[in-house]
T-cell receptor, first 115, second 111 residues
Framework: GAVVSQHPSRVICKSGTSVKIECRSLDFQATTMFWYRQFPKQSLMLMAT?????????EQGVEKDKFLINHASLTLSTLTVTSAHPEDSSFYICSARLRGGNTIYFGEGSWLTVV | EDKVVQSPLSLVVHEGDTVTLNCSYEVTNFRSLLWYKQEKKAPTFLFMLTSSGIEKKSGRLSSILDKKELFSILNITATQTGDSAVYLC???????????FGTGTRLQVTL
């Protein structure tokens, strides 16, 4: 199946700093990428939807100035957590929709710990 | 607001049992329903269903969609300990172009 690569898989950062997570579709073009956050033993919560070349659409309650999403090309989207706080510690997962299709594939996820 | 509900929330079975996981939905502009298996990391894709009544099968797993009654089931026969995971159901809607997830069913298969 299609491969979505997410990097880094684990990151620890200090409170107040910013951290960037990359999501790449390795063998297909993804017109739409999605960013999710997952708390322990809970389901995935959609944070934002990003379409290549346009601004991301954020879900209600998600601060767009704090979670910056850039979808610069058909194979790359980035999520930057700015001025991170311990409560931002979570598992962040990206997914990509196959261009022209409905199947959505997930990256491996990134564990963020803010200390 | 789009809603996807899964049941049961958790399930413990013995190896060799057959299990049925349920997913019901209320969404606007349904396009497809997807099943994922999540172990320690991100979900892995199992099935995508778009048409009613057509069973999709992969080994011991199968799934079917009922668009009239707005639900889907995921069956696992002859369960193995490796099937232990959280099974997520998600509905892809065209209007908002997003995937809405259910709460998941946590399956534990014991020896």
């Amino acid at each position: 199946g299609a491969v979505v690569s997410q990097h880094p898989s684990r990151v620890i950062c200090k409170s107040g700093t910013s951290v960037k997570i990359e999501c790449r579709s390795l063998d297909f073009q993804a017109t739409t990428m999605f960013w999710y956050r997952q708390f322990p033993k809970q389901s995935l919560m959609l944070m934002a939807t990003s379409n290549e070349g346009s601004k991301a659409t954020y879900e209600q309650g998600v601060e767009k100035d704090k979670f910056l999403i850039n979808h610069a090309s058909l194979t790359l989207s980035t999520l930057t957590v700015t001025s991170a706080h311990p409560e931002d510690s979570s598992f962040y997962i990206c997914s990509a929709r196959l261009r022209g299709g409905n199947t959505i594939y997930f990256g491996e996820g990134s564990w963020l710990t803010v200390v | 607001e789009d809603k996807v509900v899964q049941s049961p929330l958790s399930l413990v079975v013995h190896e060799g049992d057959t299990v049925t996981l349920n997913c019901s939905y209320e969404v606007t502009n349904f396009r497809s329903l997807l099943w994922y298996k999540q172990e320690k990391k991100a979900p892995t894709f199992l099935f995508m269903l778009t048409s009613s009544g057509i069973e999709k099968k992969s080994g011991r797993l199968s799934s079917i969609l009922d668009k009239k009654e707005l639900f889907s089931i995921l069956n696992i026969t002859a369960t193995q300990t490796g099937d232990s995971a959280v099974y997520l159901c998600a509905v892809y809607t065209g209007t908002a172009s997003k995937l809405t997830f259910g709460t998941g069913t946590r399956l534990q298969v014991t020896l």
